[in-house]
């Protein structure tokens, strides 16, 4: 199965509004799913959302007409980056395979910080974090082939 074919499964599941795809072919298999930002939770263990109670109207039960302003909402944390594999290859977490990794999660790291190697055509690429922020996710297991544009690492921006 080649990138093509990936690309092509991805739209049929944004056309048919497919939340999970799973494939097992031989010694293929590919699991894609759509709007999953962290662990799953199983259903009957998801929280229920918490809406607020309704106000009584203004004036009513000896309440003043006039209500006092909201603060404003406090700023949103900015979204976390993505390092981005800048060629295809294969992925390394570490310089060697008795050498320990370059990063884990809650690594900090900063623009020149070596997060892994990408090995394409017998030579080994080294790959740079090229922003500030802490290491929240590991997108690729080691030793597995990457595409150009792959998201490998997610760090969160300080």
Known sequence: ???KDIKAIIDLMRKNALSEFELERQ?????L????TGPAIPAEEAPLP???????????AGLPAAT???????????????????????????????AANYVEIETEVN??????????????NEIK???KGVVIEI????????????????IRPT
Not at 111 to 124: D, R, S
Not at 139 to 154: D, H, M, S, T
């Open 1 to 3: 199965m080649d990138l």
């Open 27 to 31: 010694d293929f298999k590919i699991k």
């Open 33 to 36: 799913k759509r709007g999953v």
């Open 50 to 60: 918490a809406y607020p109670a309704p106000l009584p109207p203004a004036g009513a």
């Open 68 to 98: 006092t302003p909201a603060a404003p909402p406090a700023p949103a944390a900015p979204p976390p980056l993505e390092i981005k594999s800048p060629m295809i290859g294969t992925f390394y977490r570490a310089p060697s395979p008795d």
């Open 111 to 124: 623009p020149e910080t070596v997060v892994c190697l990408i090995e394409a055509m017998k030579v080994m």
């Open 129 to 131: 974090a090229e922003a």
């Open 139 to 154: 997108l690729v297991e080691n030793a597995k082939p990457v595409e150009f544009g792959q998201p490998l690492f997610r």
